[in-house]
């Protein structure tokens, strides 16, 4: 079954400073892996979907790599807001219905 | 539309109410999902829609939970009997489903923070 971890759990950083976070699967064979960003009581906004053939995606100050075949991705934030608080979820879709979810980071960045 | 709709937002109710939740998806988008959040939680799988199909009912955690989804557009998430446990943030998912579609993601709604008291 796939097993979708992050890390670290959490991280705290002061505004301004760029910051990657961490995400690993088991199972090699996906489809896509989406990156979302979740606030506290709210629905997830999706940041970047990367399909299993892509190799990076890029929004604004965000970019998001895949290396498939090692089970890895990495969202990197540049130059970090407080308005980037928040818990970062990436997920992989392996079929119709299932998608996987990894454990989180909770993002937090100090004015 | 152009994004998932839930409705309400927020539904403070009393336990052993029905409720109703409604899920908008994008048009176009063949499947439906709906998940739960409790409080600190992961998300947790219920219900999904794919079609014409029969839904994947699964995730349902009792038989207080149903599902409906009509003319392959809109969904309700009725709960029935409505306890404490059953307090949590409830949200809906929308694919293209099947084929390439498996390479376009889901795209979430902002919730509905259903609360049992």
């Known amino acids: 079954k796939q097993e979708v971890t992050q890390i670290p759990a959490a991280l705290s950083v002061p505004e301004g400073e760029n910051l990657v976070l961490n995400c690993s699967f088991t199972?090699?064979?996906?489809?896509?892996l989406q990156w979302f960003r979740q606030d506290p009581g709210k629905g997830l906004t999706s940041l970047l979907l990367?399909?299993?053939?892509?190799r990076e995606q890029t929004s604004g100050r965000l970019n998001a790599s895949l290396d498939k075949s090692s089970g890895r991705s990495t969202l990197y934030i540049a130059a970090s807001q407080p308005g980037d608080s928040a818990t970062y979820l990436c997920a992989v879709q392996t079929g119709a219905n299932n998608l996987f979810f990894g454990t989180g980071t909770r993002l937090t960045v100090i004015p | 539309g152009a994004g998932v709709s839930q409705s309400p937002s927020n539904k403070v109710t009393e336990k052993g109410k029905d409720v109703e939740l409604r899920c908008d998806p994008i048009s176009g988008h063949t499947a439906l999902y709906w998940y739960r959040q409790s409080l600190g939680q992961g998300l947790e799988f219920l219900i999904y829609f794919q079609g014409n199909s029969a839904p994947d009912k699964s995730g349902l955690p009792s038989d207080r939970f149903s599902a409906e989804r009509t003319g392959g557009s809109v969904s309700t998430l009725t709960i029935q009997r409505t306890q404490q446990e059953d307090s949590a943030v409830y949200l809906c998912?929308?694919?293209?489903?099947?084929?390439?579609?498996?390479?376009?993601?889901?795209?979430f709604g902002s919730g509905t923070r259903l609360t049992v008291v």
């Open positions: 199972d090699s064979a996906i489809y896509n």
């Open positions: 990367i399909q299993s053939s892509q």
């Open positions: 998912a929308s694919s293209l489903g099947v084929g390439r579609g498996l390479l376009s993601g889901y795209t």
